[in-house]
């Protein structure tokens, strides 16, 4: 817990510090246990349902570790006009990769995009997007 307790120092002077901190928790660990629910809770002056709230609110943070890497693929109407649909469609369910769907990631003219971790991958078409799912697989097992 020392490191969490460095991660919620680093935001200490920011205003608004609880999303920046649960990021930078969720990136460190993976997931926002309780535990840090709780430590975060007591060092901004807030309830614990109120750092449950946005822990449970946004879909980027977990409160229990997953295990499998993370695929965001854009499904907003660029993308979809670029065929995202059928990409998605021809992703087939893999048990070390979790595909999410996100409503754009900025990057409408060169879609369809994904992101793998703080990469972005545009252009993609089904042997990218597979070659990229078959990418995040082999990290996970490594």
Do not use: W
Not at 16 to 38: F, K, M, N, T
Not at 75 to 82: H, I, L, S, V, Y
Request: aromatic share 4%.
């Amino acid at each position: 817990m020392e490191r969490l307790k460095e991660i919620i120092a680093a935001h200490a002077g920011q205003e608004g510090p609880l999303l920046p901190i649960l990021h930078d928790v969720q990136a460190e660990y993976g997931h926002v246990s309780e535990e840090a629910v709780r430590m975060i809770a007591a060092a901004l002056n807030l309830s614990r349902a109120e750092v449950h709230g946005v822990v449970s609110f946004y879909h980027d943070f977990r409160d229990e570790p997953d295990g499998r890497a993370v695929l965001k693929l854009c499904r907003a109407e660029a993308c979809q006009a670029r065929g995202v649909e059928a990409l998605a469609q021809g992703i087939a369910e893999h048990p070390r990769v979790k595909v999410e769907t996100v409503y754009c990631l900025g990057l409408c003219s060169v879609g369809p995009n994904a992101l793998a971790g703080a990469k972005v991958h545009a252009r993609l078409d089904a042997a990218k997007l597979a070659a990229l799912v078959d990418a995040l697989a082999a990290e996970v097992a490594a």
